[in-house]
């Protein structure tokens, strides 16, 4: 969970009809919970949150305003989390989203107060808030609002080392997808999609896989299917493991033998939700 304010720190005001306001993001407080444990991070120091959007839309779904502050490029703020801008009195729809990206990777596509995605590119560790906002004056104008996790996390761990050929480990989702409703926190695609990451190991040690989903509904059951490919692309290991359990803001786990054979096996899960969600093939 994330925890925006949004404070106005202007004296004067705007004559014009607009209102000036003043964005602030203060003790961006995330729940992490990774194997069970959990911490609280400021925005400042959670490397995770590499991007925030921010957008207002008009009553008749109009973008009256939006912005993106991407954490690496430091002509795009003056201070990570403070937004300053002015709108016009209104009735609106107040959208911010906390995201990760990879480098070279662009801002989530934000078009209106239901609608976002990642588009071709792996959906990432995401925080979103809605929020009716009203004004009425030109006075300045403090808000506040919550950033809640709205994805689900699967990691693939692999039991056994990798070997010499194997390149990528490919990620094939029967279900959820990479587009998402932001006022909701669900999936507005629900087809799945596929993810191919690069093996990061070495020869002969454990691989971990991750990938980010949204769920159509707040618990979803997805088949995974896996594939460790090598430089061709051809696939040198598959696994299928069926009606795994998800659930928004949480990280389910894929534990087994990914490298030493090739055929599918039986497999078990275990669908506990206190913590993790552990499943071994």
Known sequence: ????????????????????????????????????????????????????????????????????????????????????????????????????????????????????????????????????????????????????????KLKIHSTDGCTENAVNVRTTLSAGGKAFNPSTGLATSNTGFINVLPIQSTVGNPTNSITYLFLATDEQTVNVTIDVLDAGGNSISHKEVSGVPFKRNRMTVLTGSLYSSGGNGSFQVETEWLTDAEVNF
């Open 1 to 152: 969970m994330a925890v925006l304010l949004l404070a106005g720190c202007y004296k004067d005001k705007d004559t014009s009809g607009s209102a000036k306001v003043k964005v602030q993001i203060n003790d961006f407080s995330i729940s992490q919970e990774e194997m069970g444990a959990k911490t609280a991070t400021d925005v400042a120091d959670y490397s995770g949150v590499k991007a925030i959007t921010l957008a207002f839309y008009t009553s008749t779904g109009d973008e009256q305003y939006k912005v993106t502050q991407m954490r690496a490029d430091a002509t795009t703020y003056t201070t990570f989390g403070e937004f300053d801008l002015s709108l016009p009195m209104g009735s609106y729809t107040m959208v911010v989203l906390g995201y990760g990206l990879n480098e070279g990777e662009p801002a989530i596509t934000l078009t209106s107060p239901t609608s976002a995605t990642f588009g071709d590119n792996p959906a990432r560790e995401t925080f979103v808030a809605t929020q009716a906002v009203n004004i009425t004056n030109t006075n300045d104008v403090t808000l506040s609002a919550t950033l809640n996790r709205i994805v689900s």
